[in-house]
């Protein structure tokens, strides 16, 4: 989370830096905080750098982590009708492959089924409207 970064204060100590350094001392000093507020200010810009960057970044991973879930939605709602379609090499007489292969074949015995279920009902109803049709015209003459 981002976190609130003060604004930098320009020569915020502008009087003591300012001043004439009247010691060999007194000038390390000036030089010494003259450095410190030089540090702070560039580690604020940095900060500040970094804060932009991870929002960016979040911003980014939710719109790719949006497109990954509408992509994943669709490849989830194509029917599976190939077996050996991924790439990945198969043991064809093991276990799971002869397991996969009866169920495969079940569900498309079930499509099968469903499919001839409603073209019989896609049949009756068209059998139906015509019946329903030519009563209509017999009742309006």
């Not at 580690?43 to 979040?58: D, F, N």
């Not at 009866?102 to 009756?124: L, P």
């Amino acid at each position: 989370m981002p976190q609130t970064v003060s604004p930098p204060q320009y020569k915020r100590y502008g009087e003591f830096l300012n001043c004439p350094a009247t010691t060999k001392a007194e000038h390390e000093l000036q030089v010494a905080l003259l450095e410190s507020e030089q540090c702070e200010e560039e580690s604020k810009h940095r900060m500040i750098g970094l804060q932009a960057a991870s929002v960016l970044q979040v911003r980014y991973c939710d719109r790719v982590r949006g497109q990954l879930a509408v992509q994943e939605d669709k490849m989830g709602r194509k029917k599976g009708t190939r077996l050996i379609g991924d790439g990945l090499p198969r043991m064809l007489t093991g276990d799971v492959f002869v397991t996969q292969v009866i169920t495969h074949e079940n569900a498309m015995e079930a499509e099968a089924r469903e499919k001839e279920i409603r073209a019989k009902r896609r049949a009756e109803h068209s059998e139906e409207l015509a019946h329903w049709k030519t009563e209509e015209i017999e009742q309006k003459e």
